[in-house]
């Protein structure tokens, strides 16, 4: 097994080195890694739906899907982010296998971590990481998000969603009481030093193991990844499964009701109620609403060539945008 010395808290990058691994390589690797402040979303999830968009929005949080299942995470520095990537297909579902090293070096400083449930690894009844896996021509990833010393303020603030405005299949993520690894240490441990400790726990029982870094080709073909998928809307917000939007606001103009079905990210039906005026037939801005992306800056700049004030009275088009979000 090789073991990945990876520096770079590029979050679109570091999930698509993830994928280049699993797809482009043959050797079984661990890999420890962390990211600048983002949100992570679950292969399956309707990402709107698990954001807080203003504060994503007015923070300049960068949100970007993972290749793997689960629910929404958040990451900053505090977090320290482990991945396995096996030619066994029979670790797949086996989640203990794999966080097994950092329960040893917990235990090690004193701290009773155990894994339960489904994917959870948790001290006392408070979570501190989440794990999940994914299956690629008998290989198998495993990888799991540790909050050491993150952010809950933020993490509390991105991950609250708006009053549930959606209906569908996709997964929603739990709720948890959650905690910092950092809370329950006996001395003073920074980070990267637990970084240190999990790496010597997991390399003690392989004697050939080798540390290496990406190859400027790696970083190459990485970055291509990246720009081809992990950094785009496609990916991170229109590969959301099929739902249906719904959201109800009072203007001074008059009570304004939508509702969206939307795929792949793209409106494809709408309708809009309510008792406000206009002179012109509100079927019109349903049809140029059809096609457009379900995002706030698509949304926006949809409206923007319209006028508005033909269909609703006293309604802004940066009022109206808001309930599409």
């Not at 637990?194 to 003690?204: A, G, N, W």
């Amino acid at each position: 097994m090789i073991y990945i010395d990876n520096e770079i808290t590029n979050p679109y990058f570091n999930l698509a080195s993830e994928e280049y691994l699993l797809k482009n390589t043959d050797q079984e690797c661990f890999m420890l890694w962390r990211n600048e402040s983002c949100i992570v979303v679950g292969k399956n999830q309707n990402t709107i739906s698990e954001i807080n968009t203003d504060f994503v929005e007015e923070n300049k949080i960068p949100v970007v899907r993972r290749l793997t299942g689960g629910g929404a995470v958040f990451h900053d520095l505090g977090n320290l982010n482990f991945t396995f990537i096996v030619n066994d297909a029979e670790s797949l579902r086996n989640f203990k296998k794999f966080v097994q090293p950092v329960i040893e070096v917990l235990n090690d400083l004193g701290i009773n971590a155990e894994f339960t449930g489904r994917n959870d690894l948790v001290i006392g009844e408070r979570k501190f990481a989440g794990n999940a896996q994914a299956f690629h021509n008998r290989r198998v990833i495993h990888h799991g998000a540790i909050l050491f010393s993150a952010d809950m303020t933020n993490l509390a603030k991105a991950l609250k969603p708006k009053p549930i405005k959606f209906q569908g299949k996709s997964v929603k993520s739990v709720t948890s009481r959650v905690t910092n690894i950092a809370e329950h240490l006996k001395a003073d441990l920074s980070v990267i030093q637990f970084k240190d400790m999990i790496l010597e726990k997991v390399k003690k029982n392989d004697k050939e193991s080798q540390v290496v870094r990406f190859t400027d080709e790696e970083i190459h073909l990485i970055k291509k990844l990246e720009a081809e998928k992990y950094s785009t809307w496609e990916w991170n917000f229109g590969s959301s499964p099929k739902y249906n939007f719904e959201s109800i606001r009072k203007f001074s103009g008059g009570t304004v009701e939508l509702h969206l079905y939307v795929e792949d990210g793209i409106i494809k039906e709408c309708r809009i109620f309510g008792d406000f005026f206009g002179k012109r037939e509100v079927t019109e801005l349903e049809t140029a609403l059809l096609g457009g992306k379900h995002s706030r800056d698509s949304i926006e700049s949809l409206l923007g060539k319209l006028n508005l004030d033909d269909y609703m009275f006293n309604v802004k088009p940066e009022e109206l945008a808001e309930m599409f979000i």
